[in-house]
């Protein structure tokens, strides 16, 4: 490495890794710039894959699934590192190319401000075309720069950071508290705030592409969505009197009329159908505290976060 390049580690927390995990390390040793340590967060279930453990660069550990945890468990892993900048990654999220890294770590040094820089997120060849429209909606072609005075316009998008693929200034990250130690979800948006609120800035670093989108069915959405509303309920610091259920809208709304403008009126109902599934799982989410403990674990994503 160049003396003067910043120093980069890579973080993936990991849980039964298959194909596209090793395609992913694999990607990841083909970058252009290069990165110093690679550290795989495994928790245990089972085998896991013995070529990772003797690819060059990279250090596995392996840890309970009692003690996952998608902030502790992140945290864990900047800790291990003593680089200048630590890129999350989660394990289905595969390189689009050779720069991911070098256009994390560019988006980062625009400003010293800049706490984090998240990657763009491109649907994969399988990617359903409801689900293709929205990454276009999250992830558009031009990045952008947020801070504390584009609340107003953005709303609740102003936090909005991805650990799919993102790059932390450690400095940073360890003045703003980073990850918290137990969150259900959105342990990326709550640090954004965290930063965003302490005057530093995100980055949404469009040229850094990484390949990943998921079909989820209506009732996985359910699930996802009241799991993001119990971490919005638990962060009031960060999230009340935010707007948030308006972007829902507007995304709703402009898919719609896109499936109109296509002639593809027959993914209407889906798209009601879909939508309804995320509502309700949020507005269930939002109230969590009110239901019962077995109503609040089947609601949830992540059953095992409600045992500890």
């Known amino acids: 490495m160049n003396k003067c390049q910043t120093a980069v580690d890579v973080v993936i927390p990991s849980y039964r890794p298959d194909e596209k995990f090793i395609k992913l390390l694999k990607r990841l040793q083909q970058q252009e710039y290069p990165i ?3 550290f795989v967060i495994n928790t245990r279930t ?26 502790a468990t992140r945290d864990m892993g900047m800790r291990m590192s003593d680089a200048e900048v630590v890129v999350f990654m989660t394990q289905d999220a595969v390189p689009a190319d050779e720069y991911v890294i070098s256009n994390l770590v560019k988006a980062l040094e625009q400003d010293e401000m800049i706490g984090a820089a998240y990657a763009r997120q491109l ?37 909005f950071c ?6 932390y200034r450690k ?6 508290g980073g990850f918290c130690k137990r969150t259900i979800f959105n342990e990326d948006m709550i640090l954004a705030a ?3 609120s302490a005057g530093y800035k995100i980055a949404y ?54 499936l109109l403008k296509q002639r593809k009126i027959y993914l209407v109902p889906k798209l009601v159908y879909q939508s309804g599934c995320k509502y309700l799982g949020y507005r269930m989410g ?4 009110k239901l019962p403990y077995k109503v609040v674990k089947w609601c949830s994503m992540s059953p095992r976060y409600w045992e500890k």
Request: proline share 3%; aromatic share 10%; charged share 30%.
């Open 194 to 196: 965290h930063m965003i």
């Open 171 to 176: 400095e940073i990250y360890e003045k703003t």
């Open 205 to 258: 670093a469009a040229e850094a592409k990484v390949i990943h989108s998921h079909n989820y069915t209506g009732i996985q959405q359910f699930h996802r969505n009241f799991d993001m509303a119990v971490s919005q309920v638990e962060h009031p610091e960060v999230f009340e009197g935010i707007k948030s259920e308006s972007e829902g809208i507007r995304l709703v709304k402009q898919t719609a009329g896109h």
């Open 123 to 159: 649907a994969a060849a399988d990617c359903n075309y409801i689900e293709r429209y929205t990454r276009k909606f999250n992830y558009p072609e031009k990045g952008r720069i947020k801070t504390q005075k584009d609340i107003a316009e953005l709303g609740i998008k102003t936090f």
């Open 36 to 38: 110093e340590k690679i």
């Open 286 to 289: 939002k109230m969590y505290k």
């Open 46 to 71: 089972g085998s896991f894959p013995e070529e990772v453990e003797q690819m060059e660069r990279v250090k596995v550990t392996h840890i309970e699934p009692r003690d996952f945890d998608h902030g």
């Open 162 to 167: 991805s650990n799919v693929c993102a790059a």
